[in-house]
């Protein structure tokens, strides 16, 4: 069963205006704060109860939104004895963190002890900030006790283990009690509180343990099961002085601003045009990217998208349209939370202005990040050849790029253009998994042309053409080296550069 319960609140103002009243919907929510439910189902919703109960709240309930979701999954019922006791906990709160992504939700509450041992790699793969319990209790007892003290420790056998507690209050000493199968009994058993029994045996146990810790001179004593927190006033009444986290918590996320570690530079690439191209513009970032172990790597996310339609067959030929196709890629990469887009296709730039003003995250062009790159290397006055799809020529977008940039460009006449599509797109072209012979024989007589009308430098203005070189960087002629811009290259090293920035400014 899915519970989900929504408190939200927003005004209406009435005014009259033509005879008629006219509602006006001001939205003032400040913050919009989830609870994850299930990980105890009764302590998940007093940790609920005791957000709304704040006298914050109270005071200014236009402005908070809550949200609860309750969820089963396989180890929901569980006690909490070992490692392997939580596994189905990370997917569980994985799967609820990402549908309250899906609601713009500002901050998420945790109420597990246990869960805050995978907090940190959860928080990794989540854009909402995930409040601390442990951080809340930390500053809850720093502010009170100045001087170190005894703490008196309830909680279950994997958080007592993973000696969690120590990491966040180091300056006191923690004490636990004698009887942990009793404590755990009291939790997890048949007639524990979190089956909702409240006194009887469980109570009478959890009251012996915390006797049994004042007795060896705690000051306070600190539950490390949210369960606990919903008998702490009858321990309250019988003069035990325990806190209760779930308030603390709650008070916590509500006066303290949650911020995230910025999460690693991600890169989306629009992949599949072509297909090659694709695997090599990745394996060319890999190769680029300075990394001890694989954790150094750059993340990226592909969208392998083969079907998007040709886009030299629309320039040239007026088929079909690519665009909303690349526009629909691009928008499923935004959704996966990418930083920026790349697209591995020179032919598909010829879009990429259009497109752009629809996104909200950059695609990196690679037509001027080429042109960059020829400027710094080979300076301002190198006259450029180009060889590329028809498409890509009849299009003008590399033309437009190098124009601007001051470069006199030179382009392969009809016959040796022709020479360059059928390297390309023919029987034995590369698109066709071909890398030498016939394919690289058309695109050398294609290079001749340009060379012999004085072109410095020439681009392989098609991603797939430099698969053709995968050794060399330059044609010889006459004595003369000609240099070979693969823009791929060019691109997947600003990329590099780029993560690199990045990293360090956040």
């Given at each position: 069963m899915n519970l989900i319960k929504n408190t939200c609140f927003s005004t209406i103002d009435s005014q009259t205006k033509s005879g008629k009243f006219v509602l006006i919907l001001k939205s003032i929510i400040l913050e919009k704060i989830a609870v994850i439910g299930g990980l105890g189902t009764l302590s998940g919703g007093d940790l609920f109860f005791k957000l709304l109960k704040n006298q914050r709240v109270l005071k200014n309930q236009l402005q908070y939104h809550f949200v609860f979701e309750q969820q089963p999954y396989s180890q929901i019922n569980l006690p909490l004895y070992h490692e392997e006791d939580i596994k189905s906990r990370k997917y569980y709160t994985y799967n609820v963190c990402k549908k309250f992504e899906a609601q713009s939700l500002t901050k998420v509450l945790l109420p597990c002890f246990a869960s805050h041992s995978f907090l940190e790699e959860l928080q990794k793969e989540i854009s909402i900030p995930i409040v601390n319990i442990f951080k809340a209790l930390a500053e809850y007892i720093n502010s009170?006790?100045?001087?170190?003290?005894?703490?008196?420790?309830?909680?279950?056998d994997y958080v007592k283990e993973s000696n969690m507690l120590s990491q966040y209050i180091p300056d006191h000493e923690l004490i636990f009690p004698s009887h942990q199968q009793r404590l755990m009994e009291a939790i997890y058993g048949d007639q524990g509180i979190k089956n909702g029994y409240f006194d009887g045996l469980s109570l009478e146990y959890i009251y012996q343990a915390c006797t049994e810790l004042n007795s060896n001179g705690c000051d306070i004593i600190l539950p490390g099961i949210t369960e606990l927190s919903l008998i702490v006033e009858q321990l309250w009444k019988r003069g035990i002085s325990i806190l209760d986290v779930n308030q603390i918590y709650a008070d916590y996320a509500l006066e303290h601003d949650s911020n995230i570690t910025a999460k690693p530079f991600k890169l989306g690439i629009l992949g599949g045009v072509g297909p090659s191209a694709t695997v090599d513009f990745m394996n060319k970032i890999i190769k680029n990217t300075p990394a001890q172990k694989d954790q150094d790597h750059i993340k990226m996310v592909v969208e392998q998208n083969p079907q998007i339609p040709d886009r030299t067959a629309h320039l040239i030929y007026h088929e079909t349209d690519p665009s909303i196709a690349l526009f629909s890629t691009c928008r499923r990469l935004e959704a996966e939370?990418?930083?920026?887009?790349?697209?591995?296709?020179?032919?598909?730039?010829?879009?990429?202005?259009?497109?752009?003003?629809?996104?909200?995250i950059p695609i990196i062009n690679m037509l001027t990040t080429t042109a960059e790159y020829i400027r710094e290397s080979f300076g301002q006055s190198v006259k450029v050849g180009l060889l590329a799809t028809s498409g890509t020529i009849e299009s003008k977008v590399y033309h437009n790029i190098l124009e601007e940039f001051g470069f006199d460009v030179v382009i392969p006449d009809q016959e040796h253009q022709n020479n360059v599509m059928e390297s390309i797109y023919g029987k034995f072209g590369v698109k066709a998994g071909f890398t030498d012979g016939l394919c690289k024989e058309n695109l050398l007589k294609a290079a001749d042309f340009v060379i012999n009308s004085d072109a410095e430098v020439i681009i392989l203005g098609c991603t797939e053409l430099p698969l053709l070189f995968p050794i060399e960087t330059e044609i010889v002629k006459n004595g003369k080296s000609i240099a070979l811009i693969d823009p791929t290259l060019i691109l997947a090293k600003k990329i590099v550069l780029i993560t690199k920035n990045e990293s360090s400014s956040r």
């Open positions: 009170r006790f100045k001087t170190p003290v005894k703490i008196g420790v309830l909680t279950s939370g990418v930083d920026a887009i790349a697209i591995p296709c020179n032919t598909a730039h010829a879009f990429v202005q259009d497109i752009q003003e629809h996104l909200s």
